[in-house]
């Protein structure tokens, strides 16, 4: 009986190794990433637009937390694990363009395309092997939409600000 148990284990032993001998890891490198340029920021409105401001915060602010939210898990990625993650960052960038930005929020949206800008610039030319290494860039980044983030919560302060004036105005006969 022993000896079928060590067949057993020899048998499986040799499966294995076989399975993996014919594992081939492919050596072709991926391709250069090519991004098309970002669209341009959509400035409109009036400063006095609380619904344009309402809605450009809703988006922007959860657009920023996504894009922070996935740069920083691609940049504790090795460098091959991240070339998908350039295409996302690239798609999250582009589709905060599609929201249009209200004239108040004009230097907030700047900083925010301004960063992630950056954060996809610095990801492709890293993937691309046209640098050695992210360097600083995260952290700098970092530092630039957490910019983002105080400009937010001041316009967010703004915009009650201005709610509360409207409803006094309405309740005051």
Known sequence: MPKRI???FIALSCSLSACALGDVVNTTPLPPITLA????LNLIGSCDDVKALETWLQVAT???ENFQTQMNA????NKNDM???????AALRDSGFS???PDSAAD???KLSDAMNQAVAAFQTYV??????????IVDINNLLDNVQAAQIELIKRMDTQFQQRQLATATP
């Open 6 to 8: 060590v067949a057993f």
């Open 83 to 89: 070339y998908a993650d350039v295409g996302n960052l």
């Open 128 to 137: 691309n092997g046209d640098i050695p290494d992210l360097g600083n860039s």
């Open 37 to 40: 340029p970002p669209p341009a």
């Open 62 to 64: 959860e657009l920023r």
């Open 99 to 101: 929201v249009t930005t």
């Open 74 to 77: 691609a940049a504790a990625k």
């Open 108 to 110: 907030a949206g700047l």
